[in-house]
């Protein structure tokens, strides 16, 4: 593919803050082509009322080359695509949308390639056989689709709301053929992840807004992987008390990073330089 120029945009709600359209920016620019990437927050007056549909539509007819897909669309976007990716169609879930030349829709989850490719950067050995994972919420899916479908044989999940993790596992078991997934209660989920190779933190604890740890880490021993999908701060008061306790870490930049390199490879067929992006994620916190 060549380009003079790339149009990307993201739609969601509430994404001002969102790091990915400088990463594509500068990913376009560096490879030479001059790279939009439009914010489309449907809570602004701006697009208020606007219909997924109607915003689909528009993006096709004004050359949009992609879009990413989030927070409350990632569902609702399905049926409007033309074609699925095998883990967009698995998890049911899109965050990525390439746009043909002839106006063609095929979803993606960049979320679920993301945060695989983090993994095995960040902790090439990690331990599979058993996994445990907080947080049954919309990056929870991604982490447990892509946990089962990357080599852990049996994952556990909890959330402070059980009808969530059970959901999640019925839905992923269903996915993939196999029961890899037990939603399991998040009282005691110590004495699980006790057991266990590794632990994710799928929930938003370790934010500002919300301080400490969603488990126990005294749980934890130097045999244990620890990951985390919170990247703000990118040192998690887990990922801190996990790394002092001996155990290797994974922070949440990983996943962040990856699913915008996978999704500027699908929207220009140019190979992104994940170590450029990685730089002007880090230059935004
Ligand atoms: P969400 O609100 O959809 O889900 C969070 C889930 O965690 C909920 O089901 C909630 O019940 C559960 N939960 C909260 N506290 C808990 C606790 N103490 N124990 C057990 N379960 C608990 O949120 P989300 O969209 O899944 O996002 C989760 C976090 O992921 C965000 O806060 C953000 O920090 C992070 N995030 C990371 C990336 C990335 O690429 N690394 C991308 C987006 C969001």
């Known amino acids: 593919m060549n380009h003079d120029s790339i149009l990307l945009g993201l739609i969601g709600e ?3 803050l969102s790091r990915t359209p400088a990463m594509h920016e500068a990913e376009g620019l560096a490879q030479g082509a001059a790279t939009v990437y439009r914010r489309l927050d449907t809570l602004t007056d701006r697009l208020k009322g606007r219909s997924l ?3 689909l539509d528009a993006a096709r007819a004004t050359g949009f080359n992609g879009l990413n897909i989030t927070h409350p669309y990632k569902q609702a976007v399905l049926p409007l695509l033309d074609e699925l990716s095998e883990q967009a169609a698995g998890l ?7 746009i043909s030349p002839d106006g063609k829709l095929t979803g993606h989850n960049t979320d ?5 490719r983090g993994l095995e950067e960040g902790l090439p050995d990690a331990g599979m056989t058993e996994v445990v994972q907080v947080g049954a919420g919309g990056v929870g899916n991604a982490v447990a689709y892509s946990l089962v479908t990357h080599g852990v044989e049996r994952l556990y999940v909890a959330d402070l709301d059980p009808t969530r993790a ?3 596992a019925e839905s992923i078991n269903a996915a993939v053929g196999r029961e890899a997934v037990t939603g399991v209660d998040a009282r005691g989920i110590e004495d699980v992840i006790a057991a266990a190779d590794g632990v994710v933190n799928a929930t938003p604890m370790g934010m500002p807004a919300h301080p400490g740890t969603a488990f126990d880490t005294s749980c934890l021993t130097p045999r244990h992987w620890v990951g985390d ?4 701060p990118i040192e998690t008061q887990l990922l801190a008390e996990a790394k002092a306790l ?3 870490t994974l922070d949440g930049t990983g996943m962040a990073i990856h699913q915008a390199v996978d999704a500027f490879r699908l929207f220009t067929g140019l190979e992104p330089d994940a170590g450029r992006m ?4 880090l230059s935004l916190g």
């Not at 049911?92 to 390439?98: D, E, F, I, L």
């Not at 990685?278 to 994620?281: E, G, H, V």
């Open 14 to 16: 509430g994404i001002s």
């Open 53 to 55: 549909t109607g915003l």
């Open 92 to 98: 049911g879930s899109v965050n990525t949308v390439v």
């Open 112 to 116: 679920v390639t993301g945060f695989s």
């Open 166 to 168: 059970q959901a999640l």
């Open 229 to 232: 999908v919170v990247y703000m």
């Open 246 to 248: 001996g155990c290797r």
């Open 278 to 281: 990685r730089a002007t994620f």
